[in-house]
Nanobody
Framework: QLQLVESGGGLVQPGGSLRLSCTSS????????IAWFRQAPGREREGVSC????????AYADSVKGRFTISRDNAKNTVYLQMNSLKPDDTGVYHC?????????????????????WGQGTQVTVSS
């Protein structure tokens, strides 16, 4: 089993930055592509970004391209989501997720809601 835990959320002003972290227990994340999703009030869950297990291939939702950067440090068993130029519309609960079928990231990974492993989420609030 893979247990995922997110951290790093908080309250920031528009234009500010946050870095979210996703770590795992039980298994390492080395063999999995890792994705970030967010859930905002009144909106559908949105796939934000993902990163491959080995070659660093990434994908991003159009809404965050140029502002968010996903990365991973396997030595620290951590995947990061660096969020810059934050907007109020970025507000939501951010979850990291993984699936047995995904070792490489692709845009398709950001579409299905039925990935195998999910973290509990961390709240990001962008407000003045």
């Amino acid at each position: 089993q893979l247990q995922l835990v997110e951290s790093g959320g908080g309250l920031v002003q528009p234009g500010g930055s946050l870095r979210l972290s996703c770590t795992s227990s039980g298994e390492t994340m080395d063999y999995y592509a890792i994705a970030w999703f967010r859930q905002a009030p009144g909106r559908e869950r949105e796939g934000v970004s993902c990163i491959s297990s080995s070659d660093g291939t990434t994908a991003y939702a159009d809404s965050v391209k140029g502002r968010f950067t996903i990365s991973r440090d396997n030595a620290k068993n951590t995947v990061y989501l660096q969020m810059n130029s934050l907007k109020p519309d970025d507000t939501g609960v951010y979850h990291c997720a993984a699936d047995r079928m995904y070792y490489y990231c692709s845009g398709d990974m950001l579409n299905p809601p039925d990935l195998d492993y999910w973290g509990q989420g961390t709240q990001v609030t962008v407000s003045s």
